[in-house]
Structures are given as structure tokens and as C-alpha cells.
């Protein structure tokens, strides 16, 4: 059993209800830090729920209700004193479509940065901070000469990346990932897929695909969803090799979803 | 006979259809009709009115002379001081609608109510403003009073112009500032408003523009009969020419037919002005879309 601390997210009979329909049961998730989580299951088996909570990004819906409780490294991000933003600013998400705001590269990467701290650094500063975090998502090279040209321009790929690098300069915790490379043709996919690999270890992931070969090759842990319920939680290599559950085995097999 | 030949029941259809293209096309001919006749008529009419003289001179001789002056800076006062009243008031309540407020039965309501008001006949907004901005708040018969009834009559038109602009705003670019911890006005301030606000101040110019025909609204509450004088300040009256050109149509004997027409044409040309250069600075701003 691990420490309490190797815990990036945990939670505690999370049940979440759309209006009358509830779309979580008693979902109660240890996920490791530093690794890459895979959330799979069929359409609507909640996993994207799930995600979505860990930011509480669901909430602004104003049907949802929820019970139980999610941590974040140890501390309830569901309790009544925490600041959403904060939350918000520990757990960051990158979409299923590529959302890179209608600003410049530059402002992109300020964005999250500039939200979160009350004084404005010095230009060179900012220059480093955008630097950096383009360095990290591989993006330096193709866009160093272009700052201040329009993110939404270019290629999905490299939106894709820009939406990740801008939640860097924040210092997440968490990086929640909803499908994340669906929108992406097969080549652009290993890209990014690669760039998600290279984040683990500073980063604790949460990937939902629907992709299994996604699932098997880029991720060290995997959840099994169905109806709501966590059905499966294993190493991947074990999950896939060594099913314990008949419907997981049925669904990677491709049988149904 | 060949497999592709027209059978009886395809040639119907085809008769068919041609007719309904006839009936349609024919309804939309007679729909342009009246704008043409209209327009031809004020050109024909009141084209020889104009001059530079009739642009820049007082009327005079008991209205039967003279030009449109003060009733033409009339008119800018009251559509300028309307505009500055109902942009930002219905620019807020737009935003509100459109970005804050939950979707209930509450704002559901609030949105009835807004479209009903589009519906409220002017004379009833007019006496409205008699009531609330002449005597309650004692503004007196003034532009300022005339002009907050235009504004309070065009508030609906503005706030479902405005909320249409910032609604075709992508919803992905507020979720994406929210996901990453923006309050809900530094989304609006980022992102939104940036990406409509040409779309706003188009619509709303549009909007408003079209009040400068407002004759009802204006008449009891700040728009004079006949005052040879340029306003000063919103206090005071003013000619307009929506009401000049009631008046001595129907109120003064012995006006030369040309006036009238004059004045007309004047007030459409305002109106395809306003009208012209808003569609022309939403389409350069169109031209520029960022996504």
C-alpha cells in the first residue's frame, strides 16, 4: 500500500447526478502520482464525468449534484472553503478539440500565467515563461519566429500542444486529458502522444481515450468504466494481458462500445 | 423507350415545379414594388428641394420657405444623446443574460419580457417618457428626455442584437478560460468581448439608426413645433425633422410641394447613411474574423 502523499487523486464514494440521471456510483479512485492514468469504457460509462470533476469544471452546469468527495494531493477539492480557481489553476484540462484562445501564441501561453499572479514580470520574464513552456510541448522550434501570430491558425497538432503548454507556466499538479488526440490525424496523434509521455513523472496524468492501442502504448495504469461503475483499476500491461473482469476483456476486445 | 425517359408523372412534377417558381419569384417582384415607387418618388420630388441651402437655412416665412437646419441638428442630438443612453444600458443587460444568468424559468421570463417590449406601440413608450422622464425626473420637454424615451424604446432591439453578437462567440473559448481559472468576467474581458464587439456596436448602430424616423416618441417630449434656434444643451427643445416633416404636411397651409419631399428625402438619406456604413464596417470587420 502506498503512502497517502503517492496519491495525486483520490476519491471517496463519488456519486454525480445530471438533473435525475445519475452518471457516477460510488466511484472511489486512487490514481498515482507522477504516471499516466488511462480512463476507458464505452460511450456515456462516465469516465468523462469523472475528469471533468476533478476540476469541477462539471459544475458549471447548473444541474449537476454530486456526493462523496475528491482529493487533490491529499487535500478535499470538493469542500466548501476551496476556490475554484485554485483548483482550477493545480488541475489543468486540455479538451477533446483543440481550443487554443482567438489571441496570439505569446498571449496563449500568458494566459493561465497572467490570471493566477497579481504582478505583471518584466518583459524579458515573460519572453522566458513563453520559451519555456513552448520548449516543453516541442512546439519552440516551428513558432519561435511567428509569437504574435493567431493560435487559432495553426495546424491542429500544434494547437493541441499549445493547449497544453499554456497550462504549464501555472505549475499544475494534474493535467486532465479528454480525449485528447481525437481530433488529430495518426501522425499528429504519435506527436502528441509522445509530448503526453515526456510530461510524466512532473506531472500526474488523467487520459480519457477511446482509443485501446492509445490506452495500451501511452499510459502506466488503466480504469475500466461501465454504467457509472469502476469495474477494473490496473497496471495497463496487466489490464490488457490478464483482464480480471469479463466485460473489460470483452470491451478491449472490441465485443461492445 | 429508354430507362431515363421523362414519364407522365415526372413531367407534372416538372409543371409543378415551374409554377411555384413563377408564384414565388412573382411575390417577391411585388415586394420590391413599393421600396422602389417610394424611393422614385422622394428622388423625383424632393431631389430639386436640395441645395446647400436648404441643408444649412432655418425655415422661414411661417415654414412655407427656407431649409432644415435646425431640425436636421435636431435629430443628430437626439439619435446621438438615444445612442449613448441604450448602448451601455442594454450592452450590460445583454451580458448579463447572455454570460451570468442561470438558465431558469426567472431569465426565461426576463427574455419574454424583452421581446415583448419590441412590441409596445411608440405612442405608448411616448407617454411613458411624458410620465417618467418630463415630469417625474423634471428633465422637462428637452432632448434629454425625448431622447431617453428613443432609448428606452430601442433597448429591447439592442439587448437581442447584442446578446445574438456575443452568443456567436464559440463556447469552447469561455470554457477553455474557465478551465484554466477565469472568473467569468476576465473570460467576457479576454475573449468575448474582444471577439464581438464590432459585432455589437454594428448591430446597435443599426438598430438605432433606424429610430431617426421616430416621430411619436419625440413629439411630447422634447421635439418642438418650430425653433429657429440650434439647441445648446440636452435641456433644451428642438426641431426634428421626422416631426418637421409632419408638421408641414399637415399643419401648415400653403407649403410648396418640393418641401415636404425635401425633407423626406433628408430623412432617408440619414437613415441609408447610418444604415450603409454600419453593414460596411460589419462586413470589413467580418473580413477580419480571427477563427
Redesign the interface.
Known amino acids: 500500500m502506498a503512502e497517502l502523499a503517492d496519491y495525486a487523486i483520490q476519491s471517496r464514494d463519488l456519486n454525480l447526478w445530471y438533473g435525475d440521471f445519475q452518471a457516477l456510483f460510488d466511484v472511489n479512485l486512487a490514481i498515482r502520482r507522477g504516471i499516466i492514468t488511462a480512463m476507458i469504457g464505452p460511450s456515456g460509462c462516465g469516465k468523462s464525468t469523472f475528469l471533468r470533476s476533478v476540476?469541477r469544471?462539471t459544475e458549471?452546469l447548473?444541474y449537476v449534484r454530486t456526493t462523496g468527495s475528491i482529493d487533490v494531493l491529499g487535500q478535499d477539492i470538493t469542500a466548501e472553503v476551496v476556490e475554484?480557481?485554485?483548483?482550477?489553476?493545480h488541475v489543468?484540462?486540455v479538451?477533446q478539440?483543440p481550443?487554443?484562445?482567438?489571441?496570439s501564441i505569446r498571449k496563449n501561453i500568458l494566459?493561465?500565467y497572467d490570471?493566477?499572479h497579481a504582478e505583471r514580470p518584466s518583459a524579458a520574464q515573460r519572453d522566458e515563461i513563453v520559451e519555456k513552456a513552448l520548449r516543453q510541448v516541442l512546439l519552440w522550434d516551428q513558432v519561435k519566429d511567428d509569437l504574435d501570430g493567431?493560435a487559432?491558425t495553426l495546424s491542429l497538432e500544434a494547437q493541441q500542444k499549445l493547449?497544453i503548454a499554456?497550462?504549464l507556466p501555472?505549475k499544475p499538479t494534474v493535467l486532465l486529458m479528454d480525449e485528447p488526440c481525437s481530433a488529430l490525424d495518426p501522425e499528429a496523434t504519435a506527436a502528441v502522444e509522445e509530448l503526453i509521455w515526456d510530461l510524466r513523472g512532473e506531472y500526474t496524468i488523467l487520459i480519457v481515450t477511446h482509443n485501446m492501442a492509445q490506452a495500451r502504448r501511452a499510459s502506466d495504469e488503466c480504469i475500466f468504466m461501465l454504467m457509472g461503475k469502476v469495474l477494473e483499476h490496473s497496471e495497463t500491461a496487466e489490464m490488457f494481458v490478464n483482464p480480471a473482469k469479463k466485460e473489460t476483456a470483452d470491451y478491449i476486445e472490441g465485443r461492445y462500445g | 423507350m429508354s430507362m431515363f425517359q421523362a414519364t407522365e408523372l415526372n413531367e407534372r412534377n416538372k409543371r409543378k415545379e415551374k409554377l411555384f417558381r413563377l408564384l414565388f419569384g412573382g411575390m417577391t417582384i411585388l415586394l420590391i414594388v413599393p421600396v422602389v415607387v417610394i424611393v422614385a418618388t422622394l428622388i423625383a420630388r424632393g431631389g430639386p428641394a436640395l441645395s446647400w441651402d436648404f441643408f444649412f437655412t432655418a425655415p422661414s416665412n411661417g415654414m412655407t420657405e427656407g431649409g432644415v437646419f435646425p431640425a436636421l441638428v435636431g435629430t443628430l442630438w437626439i439619435v446621438a444623446v438615444a445612442l449613448i443612453a441604450s448602448v451601455p444600458l442594454g450592452v450590460a443587460a445583454a451580458l448579463y443574460l447572455s454570460e451570468y444568468a442561470p438558465d431558469n424559468w426567472l431569465t426565461r421570463l426576463i427574455n419574454l419580457a424583452i421581446i415583448n417590449l419590441a412590441g409596445v406601440p411608440s405612442i405608448v413608450h411616448a407617454l411613458f417618457g411624458v410620465g417618467a422622464f418630463v415630469l417625474f425626473f423634471r428633465f422637462g420637454t428637452s432632448i434629454l428626455a425625448a431622447s431617453l424615451t428613443l432609448a428606452i424604446m430601442t433597448l429591447p432591439v439592442v439587448i437581442v442584437s447584442t446578446r445574438e453578437s456575443l452568443q456567436a462567440v464559440p463556447r469552447a473559448f469561455r470554457e477553455a478560460c474557465w478551465s484554466m481559472g477565469a472568473t467569468r468576467w476576465q473570460a467576457i474581458w479576454n475573449v468575448v468581448l474582444p471577439n464581438s464587439i464590432s459585432g455589437i456596436l454594428t448591430g446597435v448602430i443599426l438598430e438605432v439608426s433606424r429610430t431617426v424616423g421616430e416621430t411619436a416618441p419625440i413629439m411630447f417630449t422634447g421635439a418642438a413645433f418650430f425653433l429657429p434656434f440650434l439647441p445648446e444643451s440636452v435641456f433644451d427643445q428642438t426641431m426634428a425633422l421626422s416631426l418637421h416633416l409632419f408638421v408641414i404636411s399637415t399643419q401648415v397651409p400653403g407649403v410648396p410641394e418640393h418641401l415636404p419631399y425635401g425633407v423626406a428625402l433628408t430623412l432617408m438619406g440619414i437613415v441609408v447613411v447610418l444604415n450603409s456604413a454600419s453593414i460596411a464596417f460589419r462586413a470589413y470587420l467580418r473580413g477580419k474574423k480571427k477563427w
Open positions: 476540476n469544471i458549471r447548473g475554484l480557481t485554485q483548483v482550477r489553476k489543468g484540462m479538451f478539440r481550443n487554443p484562445l482567438p489571441l494566459f493561465a490570471l493566477h493567431k487559432t493547449c499554456r497550462l501555472v
